[in-house]
Nanobody, 119 residues
Framework: QVQLVESGGGLVQPGGSLRLSCAASGRIFSINAMGWYRQAPGKQRELVAA???????NYADSLKGRFTISRDNAKNTVYLQMNSLKPEDTAVYYC?????????????WGQGTQVTVSS
């Protein structure tokens, strides 16, 4: 059984920063891409950023320059550094990973972590 566990969400004032973490655990053979998505109330889930096992990154155009994704392959962990946060960044942030478990490639999601940007 593979699990993705997110941490680091919370309440922050506009202009502040947060760092999200997502650790994968369980029967993992290897991990391909890892990423972060978010879903605001009444809106569809959208891609925030993704990173391949080799370190190639992809960002939502609107977030380039403020958010940075990184990963530690040795720890099976992906991070999202969020700077200059705005109220419109308020959402539940979900971790996603493509994981080979028991020699099958599967798509996994974390439980989500709430990020609220408010004064």
């Amino acid at each position: 059984q593979v699990q993705l566990v997110e941490s680091g969400g919370g309440l922050v004032q506009p202009g502040g920063s947060l760092r999200l973490s997502c650790a994968a655990s369980g029967r993992i053979f290897s991990i391909n891409a890892m990423g972060w998505y978010r879903q605001a109330p009444g809106k569809q889930r959208e891609l925030v950023a993704a990173i391949t096992s080799g370190g190639t990154t992809n960002y939502a155009d609107s977030l380039k320059g403020r958010f940075t994704i990184s990963r530690d392959n040795a720890k099976n962990t992906v991070y999202l550094q969020m700077n200059s946060l705005k109220p419109e960044d308020t959402a539940v942030y979900y971790c996603n990973a493509d994981i080979f478990d028991d020699y099958a490639l599967n798509d996994y999601w974390g439980q989500g972590t709430q990020v609220t940007v408010s004064s």
